[in-house]
């Protein structure tokens, strides 16, 4: 196909596009495809509902000139549904195009791979003990195990979030076999809401593994509850340096939950993650994350989300110790600040635990 220049407010186009392509709940599959660009030039390729509601893939791509780029990614789907892939030929990044040039696109494919009801894949558990624990079956939060950041942290912990931090039983305690961590809408110092982060930094981290946690989630405009962890080294590297793994983030009130990495490149952030949608956020899934010398993959209740490999610029930040963070947050960055008002938000953790 030849693509002409395009004006300022067509940012999107042109876009070559496969409309309803029905595929299957906790089916695995492999999408594939080989592109090249008579000119240097970026491209952005999308696995999305048709209703926009999930997004499987959404990955930008650079290509060289008159070099072919082949792509081979696998996901598992977990809401069945009619699903357009496709390609974003248009302004990418604000790029610059002067040019009518030209992109082939040969052998697209979307392949079955895996059938959840007919195999079972291998365990992340598999070959691993368990390492470390917390169950919260006591009446208290235990503190050899978790710490609590306090206050606002800078610019609202580098996200201009609304909450306080506190070390409060109104914020986070242990009840019926679950912990809670609950933001309230209330007055603490500069801040209208408080809520609370815990932490095992400087009482737990370890190096590579299968981390889990059982969770139901808060759902509200302008909450944003999350289980990741940070490098133990980010007070002598700093972020993104340090590396992130977000095993579990959602925001405001819908479904979608995003797993991501974050990590430093040769020119500053960067980052690799994917968002796909439950069913009812605020019963309880799994999240978990598996982390090697080699690689970096993501699940949710069970099944595998994303993977990607743990080279280049990111075995720079994640072949160092991590420790273990939970969290909710009221407003900021990405939620937006349209905070409802419909207090309080629980986050309800039945276990965390590490393998090893």
């Known amino acids: 196909?030849?693509?002409?220049?395009?004006?300022?407010?067509?940012?999107?186009?042109?876009?070559?596009?496969?409309?309803?392509?029905?595929?299957?709940s906790m089916h695995q599959y492999r999408i594939s495809f080989t592109i090249q660009s008579s000119v240097d030039r970026l491209i952005m390729v999308r696995l999305q509902a048709n209703d926009y509601?999930?997004?499987?893939?959404?990955?930008?791509?650079s290509l060289s000139s008159n070099m072919p780029y082949t792509f081979e990614e696998d996901i598992t789907v977990l809401n069945t549904t009619n699903y357009l892939f496709g390609f974003m030929l248009g302004r990418i990044n604000n790029q610059v195009l002067e040019s009518v040039h030209t992109i082939t696109i040969s052998n697209p494919s979307i392949k079955e791979v895996y059938k959840k009801d007919s195999e079972t894949p291998d365990s992340?558990?598999?070959?691993?003990?368990?390492?470390?624990?917390?169950?919260?079956?006591?009446?208290?939060?235990?503190?050899?195990?978790?710490?609590?950041?306090?206050?606002?942290?800078?610019?609202?912990?580098?996200?201009?979030?609304?909450?306080y931090y506190t070390n409060s039983q109104d914020n986070s305690y242990v009840s019926d076999g679950t912990l809670k961590i609950v933001a309230r809408k209330e007055t603490m110092h500069s801040s209208n809401y408080t809520s609370a982060r815990m932490i095992t930094k400087n009482?737990?981290?370890?190096?590579?593994?299968?981390?889990?946690?059982?969770?139901?989630?808060?759902?509200?405009m302008g909450i944003w509850p999350a289980f990741w962890m940070l490098g133990t080294n980010i007070d002598q590297v700093g972020?993104?340096?340090?590396?992130?793994?977000?095993?579990?983030?959602?925001?405001n009130n819908n479904n979608t939950v995003y797993s991501t990495i974050h990590y430093k490149n040769a020119t500053g952030h960067e980052e690799y993650g994917r968002s796909f949608?439950?069913?009812?956020?605020?019963?309880?899934?799994?999240?978990?994350?598996?982390?090697?010398?080699?690689?970096?993959?993501?699940?949710?209740?069970?099944?595998?989300i994303f993977e990607t490999n743990n080279d280049g610029c990111?075995?720079?930040?994640?072949?160092?110790?991590?420790?273990?963070?939970?969290?909710?947050?009221?407003?900021?960055?990405w939620p937006g600040y349209n905070i409802a008002d419909n207090f309080p938000q629980v986050m309800t953790v039945d276990y965390v635990r590490v393998y090893q």
């Not at 972020?239 to 925001?251: L, Q, S």
Request: glycine share 8%; hydrophobic share 35%.
């Open 124 to 163: 992340p558990i598999k070959n691993r003990s368990l390492a470390w624990s917390d169950e919260f079956n006591g009446t208290s939060i235990d503190n050899t195990k978790w710490s609590y950041e306090i206050g606002i942290g800078s610019w609202g912990w580098g996200n201009n979030e609304q909450q």
């Open 277 to 304: 949608n439950v069913t009812d956020r605020t019963s309880f899934h799994t999240y978990g994350f598996e982390w090697t010398e080699t690689k970096l993959l993501g699940y949710v209740d069970n099944i595998k």
């Open 314 to 333: 990111k075995a720079n930040s994640f072949n160092n110790e991590f420790y273990i963070l939970l969290n909710v947050a009221v407003g900021g960055q």
């Open 53 to 61: 509601s999930t997004m499987l893939i959404e990955k930008t791509i």
């Open 203 to 220: 009482k737990y981290s370890f190096k590579y593994g299968y981390v889990e946690a059982r969770i139901a989630l808060p759902s509200s």
């Open 239 to 251: 972020w993104p340096a340090c590396g992130e793994i977000d095993f579990m983030e959602a925001v």
């Open 1 to 24: 196909m030849d693509v002409n220049n395009y004006e300022a407010d067509e940012v999107w186009k042109p876009q070559f596009i496969q409309r309803d392509i029905s595929l299957v």
